[in-house]
């Protein structure tokens, strides 16, 4: 009699868009369980199933998974970022980019890798936007002027908006304890060259913060992206 074979498990079956959610779940518990399951499912599909998942993984919330303290959690972490990254999975690039960015490691080569991949993907392009502005001071009001433009344009980045901002200051709050000489880009009144120069104004130099609604109505291209950069840099 023939030998029969193991049925396949219901886990190596299931639709790509199912699985991705039980790995956005797998996430909020820390790294290790969605490694295992990647580890065990990928064995069993397509290169082209396996790009699916990891370029759709929620690359956005990927600094929260891992504390320094956990040592073999931080080497099977990095290690697969190692290898998403060699592939070229675009939220493993940006991720990569930013945290070398917030150490301050190699800024031109970074900031070529977000440029290169801004244009497919929102939190790359909001990303490289906000720091060339603090590595190239100079390009404010040109960044200004293309965030503008975006937040004007595309309804999707509008509404992604906020969650961005928010991985991006979780980045740089996890990271920024190793940014040394980070340049300040922030006036030290507080003010936009529109105020001083009494054209349209958007942020107040007296206030503390601003809201994400107010940087979305901004008209002012310049407050608009310093007052991004207060909301990724300094949280409020």
Not at 6 to 25: A, G
Not at 199 to 210: E, F, I, L, Q, S
Not at 228 to 234: A, M
Request: glycine content about 4%; hydrophobic content about 40%; proline content about 4%.
């Amino acid at each position: 009699m023939a030998r029969s074979s193991r049925p396949i498990s219901p886990l190596l079956l299931l639709d790509i868009d199912i699985l991705l959610k039980i790995c956005h779940l797998l996430q909020q518990d820390g790294f290790l369980d969605l490694f295992f399951l990647i580890q065990v499912w990928f064995r069993f599909q397509t290169p082209e199933a396996v790009t699916k998942l990891l370029h759709n993984l929620d690359w956005s919330r990927v600094h929260e998974v891992v504390e320094p303290f956990k040592n073999l959690e931080c080497r099977v972490f990095n290690n697969f970022v190692k290898h998403t990254v060699a592939i070229g999975v675009k939220g493993a690039l940006c991720y990569k980019a930013c945290k070398n960015l917030i150490r301050g490691n190699t800024p031109t080569q970074q900031l070529n890798i977000l440029r290169n991949i801004a244009n497919d993907d929102d939190l790359c392009f909001l990303a490289y936007c906000v720091f060339k502005t603090h590595y190239e001071p100079s390009s404010l009001q040109q960044n200004g002027q293309i965030l503008h433009q975006k937040i004007s344009e595309s309804s999707k980045f509008r509404l992604e908006f906020e969650s961005h901002c928010r991985a991006l200051n979780g980045r740089c709050r996890k990271y920024k304890v190793f940014w040394y000489d980070r340049p300040d880009i922030f006036p030290q009144n507080g003010v936009c060259s529109s105020y001083v120069s009494g054209k349209a104004h958007n942020m107040d130099p007296y206030g503390v913060g601003c809201s994400y609604k107010e940087i979305l109505a901004a008209t002012c291209s310049e407050c608009m992206i310093l007052m991004i950069n207060y909301k990724i840099f300094r949280g409020y």
